[in-house]
């Protein structure tokens, strides 16, 4: 699983991000300096740093132009809401700019994708006999192929990537079908249906009242 | 058409005129005096022509012996004096009764009603006759005429002399004038050009320089350089750039720090809202979360939501400060101070900490609330700075026209760079202790403005290790109108 580091000086924030990634199995570092954090990334070998931008002593910017060379991917965390520091932070080389506060499962999302991008995320998922392959876009239950539609994959692999996290229906569908989308909710819970059926998932991906969807763990 | 083009063109015009008349007018009377002399000079050879005349016919009455000469022999001597003349320079005719008797060397028609109609009356050595400038073609005469009484009989004489020549000369003199005032104007036009561009100079520069103010350069200031208009237009200008930067400069001091302290702002509130946001969302989506975890877990939502509640009352403190007029009333420093103590030397207590205060019936004219807010931040400072043991005093003597009290702490203190931020709103010189504090970043930004309204002085002494001491030194009178300046 990969490992992430953490760069944030507010002591409750960074608990709040390393319980959120650990409940997905990450393993995380946390590092309240600036100076400090560019040592370790430096040294280390993290799969994606979490920054922050308001830092004593050295700056989330200031930070990123000084382990560059280094190439490990860099999600912006901000207070600010500035345009033109969202701008200079992707510039200066960051993958994804994430504003505070934040949901956790949008920052779940947001670091499955760039791990994706770079390759250190999972290129396989598991779950109670099913195997989905990420590349090849190939769901198997037991050995044998289960054949899904492309937004039934992305429902899967969505479930699948935050097993025993309870969804809700809007977060599903700005994550499948984007926030634009303005369709009803009513297709979320067609997809979830056909999902359920085609992998046979009755009695774990289940339906919590008020709330949305939670594929759970035994 | 530029400035410099007029003054060119006025200048250059003027010295052109008043050359050309002035030589005009000395050509002119050059032209008059030879003309006049010319004239006396007929007149002297014409009167001694005539004189001429007369003595040759005395001497024939005298040789002949009669009284009267006989007839035609007066006009044979005006014939002879005719062809005496001709082998000379002038010229003459002698007329009797219209009828021309004898002449010589006449190169116009002397008796012509025009020319008779224009001489003019000339007297000389008791003899009148009468003289004329005539035009002939492009040759000029001058013609003289006198009557000769010979023999009872009226003859006319005329003499003439021709004086083309200083017609001439008159004529070249004026085209030598012409040149060189040709040549004056091109030497004239190059020296004005040069001279008057020189002298408005300092008008381009000033102007480009107030074109680069004007388009945003207010920290330029001219050369302040060149004649004495010059320099008192480029002192004013420099007067008016100034002020200018000094507006903007405040303007944009104002604007950038309602910017920093929204930005701040936002980070403050967002950053408890993060947590509370998260750790909520994680007590809800977790299937299974231990009892551990949940207490954790909502710990820290409600250690953050007291954060939140502090920045509020905070803010709130800060806007009705902001905004309230001081309520002045005379306090009893001694009575306050006990009412501070009162309140809040049971909660330092709590932290091992010491409430002292020290006055003698010093009397303080403020608002009674704004103040008690202010000693309370300074307090509360003050022992989050204090160990266990240590001891904050409250004190207050009486300065010059000024009442100065002065809250003391015996702990961490803090560096130079601290102090001058001190007040800034959100400035925290260490922020994890701030937070473990309950502290906004606020508090001495409030107090700052409370004594800014009050007309007090706020000042911070303090060294690290060694301590703060924060004295305010407010006026005996309050300030007529609150300060209504910008606060932050």
Same mark, same amino acid.
């Given at each position: 699983?990969?490992?992430?580091?953490?760069?944030?000086?507010?002591?409750?924030?960074?608990?709040?991000?390393?319980?959120?990634?650990?409940?997905?199995?990450?393993?995380?570092?946390?590092?309240?300096?600036?100076?400090?954090?560019?040592?370790?990334?430096?040294?280390?070998?993290?799969?994606?740093?979490?920054?922050?931008?308001?830092?004593?002593?050295?700056?989330?910017?200031?930070?990123?132009?000084?382990?560059?060379?280094?190439?490990?991917?860099?999600?912006?965390?901000?207070?600010?809401?500035?345009?033109?520091?969202?701008?200079?932070?992707?510039? #200066?080389?960051?993958?994804?700019?994430?504003?505070?506060?934040?949901?956790?499962?949008?920052?779940?999302?947001?670091?499955?994708?760039? #791990?994706?991008?770079?390759?250190?995320?999972?290129?396989?998922?598991?779950?109670?006999?099913? #195997?989905?392959?990420?590349?090849?876009?190939?769901?198997?239950?037991?050995?044998?192929?289960?054949?899904?539609?492309?937004?039934?994959?992305?429902?899967?692999?969505?479930?699948?990537?935050?097993?025993?996290?309870?969804?809700?229906?809007?977060?599903?569908?700005?994550?499948?079908?984007?926030?634009?989308?303005?369709?009803?909710?009513?297709?979320?819970?067609?997809?979830?249906?056909?999902?359920?059926?085609?992998?046979?998932?009755?009695?774990?991906?289940?339906?919590?009242?008020?709330?949305?969807?939670?594929?759970?763990?035994? | 058409?530029?400035?410099?083009?007029?003054?060119?063109?006025?200048?250059?015009?003027?010295?052109?005129?008043?050359?050309? $008349?002035?030589?005009?007018?000395?050509?002119?009377?050059?032209?008059?005096?030879?003309?006049?002399?010319?004239?006396?000079?007929?007149?002297?050879?014409?009167?001694?022509?005539?004189?001429?005349?007369?003595?040759?016919?005395?001497?024939?009455?005298?040789?002949?012996?009669?009284?009267?000469?006989?007839?035609?022999?007066?006009?044979?001597?005006?014939?002879?004096?005719?062809?005496?003349?001709?082998?000379?320079?002038?010229?003459?005719?002698?007329?009797?009764?219209?009828?021309?008797?004898?002449?010589?060397?006449?190169?116009?028609?002397?008796?012509?009603?025009?020319?008779?109609?224009?001489?003019?009356?000339?007297?000389?050595?008791?003899?009148?006759?009468?003289?004329?400038?005539?035009?002939?073609?492009?040759?000029?005469?001058?013609?003289?005429?006198?009557?000769?009484?010979?023999?009872?009989?009226?003859?006319?004489?005329?003499?003439?002399?021709?004086?083309?020549?200083?017609?001439?000369?008159?004529?070249? /003199?004026?085209?030598?004038?012409?040149?060189?005032?040709?040549?004056?104007?091109?030497?004239?036009?190059?020296?004005?050009?040069?001279?008057?561009?020189?002298?408005?100079?300092?008008?381009?520069?000033?102007?480009?320089?107030?074109?680069?103010?004007?388009?945003?350069?207010?920290?330029?200031?001219?050369?302040?350089?060149?004649?004495? /208009?010059?320099?008192?237009?480029?002192?004013?200008?420099?007067?008016?750039?100034?002020?200018?930067?000094?507006?903007?400069?405040?303007?944009?001091?104002?604007?950038?720090?309602?910017?920093?302290?929204?930005?701040?702002?936002?980070?403050?509130?967002?950053?408890? *809202?993060?947590?509370?946001?998260?750790?909520?969302?994680?007590?809800?989506?977790?299937?299974?979360?231990?009892?551990?975890?949940?207490?954790?877990?909502?710990?820290?939502?409600?250690?953050?939501?007291?954060?939140?509640?502090?920045?509020?009352?905070?803010?709130?403190?800060?806007?009705?400060?902001?905004?309230?007029?001081?309520?002045?009333?005379?306090?009893?420093?001694?009575?306050?101070?006990?009412?501070?103590?009162?309140?809040?030397?049971?909660?330092?207590?709590?932290?091992?900490?010491?409430?002292?205060?020290?006055?003698?019936?010093?009397?303080?004219?403020? %608002?009674?609330?704004?103040?008690?807010?202010?000693?309370?931040?300074?307090?509360?400072?003050?022992?989050?700075?204090?160990?266990?043991?240590?001891?904050?005093?409250?004190? $207050?003597?009486?300065?010059?026209?000024?009442?100065? *009290?002065?809250?003391?702490?015996?702990?961490?203190?803090? %560096?130079?760079?601290?102090?001058?931020?001190?007040?800034?709103?959100?400035?925290?010189?260490?922020?994890?202790?701030?937070?473990?504090?309950?502290?906004?970043? *606020?508090?001495?930004?409030?107090?700052?403005?409370?004594?800014?309204?009050?007309?007090?002085?706020?000042?911070?002494?303090?060294?690290?290790?060694?301590?703060?001491?924060?004295?305010?030194?407010?006026? /005996?009178?309050?300030?007529? /109108?609150?300060?209504?300046?910008?606060?932050?």
């Amino acid at each position: 699983m990969a490992e992430i580091l953490i760069v944030e000086d507010d002591e409750n924030i960074a608990r709040m991000i390393e319980a959120t990634l650990s409940m997905v199995g990450y393993r995380c570092d946390g590092c309240a300096d600036g100076s400090e954090a560019v040592r370790r990334i430096l040294e280390g070998s993290y799969d994606l740093i979490l920054l922050d931008v308001m830092l004593p002593g050295m700056d989330g910017f200031e930070i990123l132009t000084k382990i560059k060379n280094k190439g490990t991917p860099v999600i912006f965390l901000t207070a600010l809401q500035d345009v033109g520091d969202k701008v200079k932070g992707l510039r #200066l080389g960051a993958e994804d700019y994430i504003v505070k506060p934040f949901e956790a499962v949008e920052l779940l999302a947001r670091i499955e994708v760039v #791990l994706r991008r770079t390759n250190a995320g999972r290129q396989q998922l598991a779950y109670d006999g099913i #195997l989905v392959d990420l590349q090849k876009h190939v769901v198997t239950k037991n050995g044998e192929r289960v054949p899904l539609t492309p937004k039934e994959f992305d429902v899967l692999v969505f479930f699948m990537q935050n097993v025993d996290i309870a969804i809700t229906r809007e977060r599903l569908m700005a994550a499948i079908w984007g926030y634009e989308f303005e369709g009803e909710s009513r297709t979320v819970d067609i997809h979830v249906q056909q999902v359920r059926r085609k992998l046979n998932l009755k009695g774990k991906l289940v339906t919590i009242p008020k709330l949305g969807y939670c594929l759970e763990s035994r | 058409m530029k400035l410099w083009h007029k003054v060119f063109l006025c200048t250059l015009a003027l010295a052109v005129l008043s050359v050309f $008349c002035t030589s005009q007018l000395l050509i002119q009377q050059e032209f008059s005096r030879t003309v006049s002399a010319e004239t006396d000079r007929s007149l002297t050879e014409h009167s001694f022509f005539s004189a001429g005349i007369f003595s040759k016919l005395n001497y024939r009455k005298a040789g002949s012996g009669q009284p009267f000469l006989g007839d035609g022999e007066a006009e044979s001597i005006l014939v002879q004096a005719a062809a005496d003349q001709a082998g000379g320079k002038g010229g003459m005719a002698v007329y009797r009764d219209g009828v021309r008797i004898a002449s010589a060397n006449t190169p116009i028609e002397l008796r012509s009603g025009s020319l008779l109609e224009s001489m003019e009356q000339k007297t000389l050595n008791g003899e009148e006759c009468r003289t004329v400038i005539e035009k002939d073609g492009d040759r000029y005469h001058i013609v003289t005429a006198s009557l000769l009484p010979i023999e009872g009989e009226e003859y006319e004489l005329f003499t003439v002399r021709e004086l083309t020549g200083i017609y001439r000369a008159r004529e070249q /003199e004026t085209r030598y004038a012409q040149g060189f005032l040709l040549l004056f104007s091109l030497v004239m036009a190059a020296v004005l050009s040069l001279v008057i561009r020189r002298l408005l100079s300092p008008l381009g520069r000033v102007n480009r320089g107030i074109g680069q103010i004007a388009r945003g350069e207010y920290g330029l200031r001219l050369q302040e350089s060149g004649s004495r /208009e010059f320099r008192e237009l480029s002192q004013n200008v420099n007067t008016m750039a100034r002020s200018v930067e000094e507006n903007v400069e405040r303007i944009q001091g104002i604007a950038d720090s309602r910017k920093q302290f929204i930005d701040n702002l936002a980070h403050e509130m967002k950053t408890p *809202l993060t947590s509370i946001l998260g750790f909520a969302d994680l007590l809800r989506i977790k299937r299974t979360v231990s009892d551990k975890q949940r207490r954790e877990y909502s710990g820290v939502v409600v250690e953050e939501a007291k954060r939140l509640q502090t920045l509020s009352g905070k803010l709130m403190e800060l806007a009705v400060a902001n905004h309230a007029k001081p309520d002045y009333a005379e306090l009893d420093v001694d009575l306050l101070f006990r009412e501070m103590g009162l309140t809040m030397a049971p909660l330092l207590a709590r932290r091992g900490i010491r409430l002292l205060w020290e006055s003698s019936g010093e009397k303080l004219t403020a %608002d009674r609330e704004l103040v008690k807010s202010l000693l309370y931040n300074l307090v509360d400072n003050a022992a989050k700075a204090s160990k266990e043991g240590e001891e904050v005093l409250l004190s $207050c003597v009486k300065g010059e026209g000024t009442v100065i *009290l002065s809250v003391s702490d015996w702990g961490i203190g803090m %560096d130079e760079k601290t102090v001058r931020r001190a007040t800034e709103a959100f400035y925290m010189a260490d922020k994890s202790r701030s937070r473990k504090n309950g502290g906004a970043g *606020l508090g001495l930004a409030l107090c700052a403005r409370i004594a800014e309204m009050h007309g007090a002085q706020l000042r911070i002494k303090s060294a690290p290790g060694q301590g703060t001491t924060v004295f305010l030194a407010f006026p /005996e009178t309050p300030p007529a /109108e609150p300060e209504g300046g910008e606060s932050t």
